[in-house]
């Protein structure tokens, strides 16, 4: 009696437990919680302008970026002057998204002039680090799809390095353009695989082929470094031949694109006029340079290497993949090549950064290109592969993690960052984590509960066994 009693106790509460032996929960609550911990106060102060947009829009009701009375507010780069009012140099998405939050933490008594750091911290941890740890949950997803095996190593290796060993780490605690935008096209490339790959009941493929359109437009109104990846996006769903689904992936887009038009007709009095083009900003536009590409391919394939080195195994996993799954490497390869052939033809760099930022909206695509390996059936070579993976991953992870500490508005872009960020942070010269008091007992909650689910999971296990020999 009191060995069933037992039994059913332990089944109950491992029941009750399982929902976090789900690796996309885990991955999700792990990844969210932890970058919000190293929201840091030097990212908040050096980026404040992806702090003045949001105040603008939802305080003062405009899109230009002057009259803030919270010091920190003030704009200092990266603006233009136009018909009298000065406006920030990037597409107005992350200044909407953060609009949004904020509205709800103002309402709630929070604001930038009251604690500039902590409203902040919880628009970037409700914006980017949200998106972000969204999106490498969809890489797990993607990863499991493209293999056969039914083990979640190589997609949990692929979910974790993009998380932790690319630069989506530094920049997931920054309300960012880039990364937000990134995160939008990776998630809506997803919905059109699995319209590849899968049928659904009517109503699910309508709401797949319009969320993947309202993604791609929200991408292109949050960052134009990504648009021609976007495209590339709306090429692979018109190969499906999904006639019927084409209309609503295009009003989605539609929908998505509506912000950006509005956001241009109202600043500049044309929904076509780029905030780049009205600022007059020729660095960041196309032009073709021997000397200019030369020099950009030894910057990238320098900073890919020191600061996301599975960059590289993640395009030779590519080539891993089966051919059921040619169709996805050829997009996922036109991804990267047309991201690469924008930023290797455009003067600028970034400026000041952490890791190689223009190849933010490519990490996500060389991270899923890890699954490539599980396909590997010689042992040695297999081994050899996942040594590699996870060597180069611990190594990136070290590195994008110092620079998720410790500030990504680096400029010395001549110097490998990692040494002089140890050398402040031996010194003393840290930063603080306005997040930090808020989330260490959600994180401390979240550690005992995975730890109480693999006990029970190991009981339960044990019951198993017992009654199988038995």
């Keep these: 009696m009191a060995k069933l009693l037992w039994q059913g106790i332990v089944n109950r509460a491992f029941r009750s437990f399982s929902l976090f032996g789900r690796p996309e929960i885990l991955l999700f609550i792990s990844l969210w919680l932890i970058y919000g911990l190293l929201i840091n106060s030097d990212n908040l102060q050096a980026f404040n302008l992806q702090q003045i947009g949001v105040e603008a829009i939802a305080e003062r009701g405009h899109f230009y970026l002057e009259g803030s009375r919270t010091p920190q507010l003030q704009p200092l780069g990266d603006t233009f002057l136009h018909a009298g009012h000065k406006y920030a140099a990037k597409q107005p998405g992350q200044f909407m998204a953060g609009a949004a939050v904020y509205y709800v933490l103002h309402h709630l008594g929070f604001s930038y002039r009251s604690n500039y750091l902590l409203c902040s911290a919880l628009v970037t941890f409700l914006t980017t680090s949200l998106a972000t740890a969204v999106a490498a949950v969809f890489v797990f997803r993607f990863a499991k799809h493209l293999t056969n095996a039914q083990s979640t190593l190589w997609p949990t290796l692929a979910a974790l390095t993009f998380g932790f060993g690319t630069t989506a780490l530094p920049y997931s605690g920054i309300a960012h353009h880039d990364a937000l935008a990134a995160d939008y096209l990776l998630i809506a490339c997803y919905f059109v695989f699995r319209l590849s790959r899968q049928r659904f009941a009517p109503g699910g493929e309508i709401v797949r082929a319009g969320a993947a359109g309202l993604l791609l437009g929200l991408t292109v109104t949050t960052s134009m470094l990504p648009a021609l990846m976007a495209v590339v996006a709306v090429v692979w769903f018109v190969s499906l031949c999904r006639w019927p689904l084409l209309p609503v992936l295009l009003l989605g887009g539609g929908i998505g694109l509506t912000p950006l038009f509005i956001y241009n007709a109202v600043s500049f009095g044309n929904p076509f006029l780029l905030s780049n083009w009205a600022g007059h900003f020729s660095d960041t536009y196309f032009h073709v340079s021997w000397h200019n590409l030369i020099d950009k391919l030894r910057f990238y394939s320098r900073f890919v290497t020191q600061y996301a080195p ?62 490539g390996f599980s396909y590997l059936r010689t042992r040695w070579l297999y081994g050899t592969a996942l040594t590699a993976a996870i060597g180069a991953g611990l190594f990136a992870a070290f590195v994008n993690a110092v620079g998720a500490m410790h500030g990504a508005m680096y400029c010395n872009l001549d110097r490998f960052a990692l040494w002089p960020y140890l050398a402040a942070i031996a010194s003393g010269r840290g930063r603080s984590f306005p997040l930090l008091p808020w989330l260490v007992g959600p994180t401390f909650l979240l550690c005992l509960f995975f730890a109480i689910g693999l006990t029970l999971r190991s009981a339960r296990l044990r019951l198993v066994t017992t009654a199988a020999r038995k």
């Design 310 to 371: 599975t960059f590289w195994l993640g395009l030779i996993g590519l080539f891993c993949l089966r051919q059921k799954y040619r169709r996805e490497a050829i997009f996922f390869f036109s991804f990267i090549i047309v991201l690469a052939a924008y930023i290797l033809n455009i003067d600028t760099v970034g400026t000041c950064m952490y890791g190689p930022r223009y190849l933010l909206p490519a990490m996500p695509f060389a991270s899923v290109g890890l699954i």
